[in-house]
Nanobody, 127 residues
Framework: QVQLVESGGDLVQAGGSLRLSCAAS????????MCWFRRAPGKQREVVAA????????RVADSVKGRFTISRDNAKFTVSLQMDNLKPDDTAIYYC????????????????????WGQGTQVTVSS
């Protein structure tokens, strides 16, 4: 099991930027694909961005394409989500998740493909 801890959530004005970070426990986490999901008030959880274990491939939701960037630093066991030009619709709790398929080159967007989840970090964008 991988323990995940998100940080970086905050209250920000529309047009601003935030950088979320997900710290993973254990060296094995560097071998897993990682994903950021979010859940807005009254809505279902949705995928935001995902990255393969070695950072070779990424996928970003259409709703955030061109504004959000996912990256990882396997030396530090962290995955980051750079969020620029934030909009009020980006207001949500953001979750980090790990897919424990060893060194898989695939990126999944379905929640059920992910094995471990963090507690989430709140992002609020004011208009």
């Amino acid at each position: 099991q991988v323990q995940l801890v998100e940080s970086g959530g905050d209250l920000v004005q529309a047009g601003g930027s935030l950088r979320l970070s997900c710290a993973a426990s254990g060296r094995t986490s560097r071998n897993y694909a990682m994903c950021w999901f979010r859940r807005a008030p009254g809505k279902q959880r949705e995928v935001v961005a995902a990255i393969t274990w070695n950072g070779g491939r990424t996928r970003v939701a259409d709703s955030v394409k061109g504004r959000f960037t996912i990256s990882r630093d396997n030396a530090k066991f962290t995955v980051s989500l750079q969020m620029d030009n934030l909009k009020p619709d980006d207001t949500a709790i953001y979750y980090c998740a790990a897919d424990r398929k060893w060194q898989s080159g695939s990126i999944y967007t379905a929640e059920e493909e992910y094995d471990d989840w963090g507690q989430g970090t709140q992002v609020t964008v004011s208009s």
